[in-house]
């Protein structure tokens, strides 16, 4: 059985790394969602890591970071990390950009839905 630090450490020794070529299976992706299992047991710990690499450089790694781990944290612990990543997304240009290609989907609370695109639309009217 894998710990959180051992799922960071495997997604680590990958990343930034470079997207795969085009039908070939990304790793990098694979290692997030290795790092994504763990939000139920440890979210605090998920978190730390997405914060990191959710400013990364490359789109395609902070869309990895967006679906695999900002959305699902959100989905299952959103009063605890909402006003987190709300305050980070308002102050790094690139972790916005990681929030505005989130999507919650359906089976989220009404209200936890409307924050959370009011909080997209703020960073969107900011460019």
């Known amino acids: 059985m894998s710990t959180l630090s051992q799922a960071i450490e495997d997604a680590e020794s990958v990343l930034p790394g470079a997207p795969a070529e085009d039908g070939q299976t990304d790793p990098r992706w694979q290692a997030i969602i290795g790092v994504s299992e763990f939000i139920p047991e440890d979210p605090r710990g998920v978190w730390a ?8 450089e ?3 790694l902070r869309g990895a970071v967006a ?3 900002v959305e699902h944290l959100l989905k299952a612990h959103f009063d605890a990390f909402f006003p987190e990543v709300a305050q980070l997304a308002r102050l790094d240009r690139r972790f916005a950009a990681c929030v505005k290609i989130c999507w919650l989907g359906a089976g989220v609370d009404p209200e936890d839905a409307r924050q959370f695109n009011e909080l997209q639309e703020d960073l969107r009217s900011a460019v």
Do not use: E, M
């Not at 890591?49 to 990364?56: E, I, M, Q, T, V």
């Open 49 to 56: 890591f997405a914060k990191k690499w959710g400013r990364a």
């Open 58 to 60: 490359d789109k395609d």
């Open 67 to 69: 679906t695999c781990l």
